[in-house]
């Protein structure tokens, strides 16, 4: 019993370790560039986008592991159960955006009530963040959220990922890209008349509905946001 007790107090606390330092490394990385004040706030946007996909993993039933950060990269949690179907999938991947935005939201009052701006720039990052996160293709939460539809709106997001990468000129589009070629591959084979998936993407029509709706609505505001962030930068308060 003591054996057992130690070893999940090690598996508990070496979660923490993981998903704790991996937070003060990123924080460390990006105080260099940015300062300690943007670097603490972004980090923290980033784990509250992470942590509505893990509630929802646990939500569902799903063993899943804390979130992991890379400097520059991100972060992500890693799901040790596969989604049973595409409509438990597209949930997972639409809370991150989801809770993520209601904490940038959070951020962005702060902002206009103190016009502060450190906590408006923070804002403009989180907005992007989520919105970036929704370009409709796999491993992206886009990717996910819009399979309900069919695995072949993936095809959308790759122009979408092309155009940004000529935008932006940043290296983690690459590895977007580099992650996304297998699923582009299951999108080109896909086959509607397949049992198996007609098993795990057959839900109803009013999840389609429900999960597209939902879709928009976060990309549209997301969207707004960003413009209107990026005119208060630009005349300043």
Known sequence: MKVLLTLLFAGKFGKILITGGSMIVSIFAYSLVFGWGYAVGLVLLIFA???????????????????????????????????????????????????????????????RKYESDLFLALAYAGFFINLFNLIPISPLDGGRITAVLTPRIWFIGTPILIIAFFYFHSPVLILVAILALPQLKIAWSYNSKDVDNQRYYGISGEHKVMYTFYYLTLVVFLSAMCHSIYEIIGRGY
């Open 49 to 111: 986008h992470e942590m509505g996909h893990f509630l929802a993993a646990r939500q569902r039933g799903l063993n899943v592991g804390t979130p992991a950060f890379i400097p520059f990269v991100g972060a992500w949690i890693a799901l040790k159960e596969t989604p049973l179907d595409v409509e438990t999938e597209a949930y997972i991947g639409f809370a991150g955006p989801f809770v993520g935005t209601i904490a940038t939201l959070c951020v962005y009052i702060i902002a």
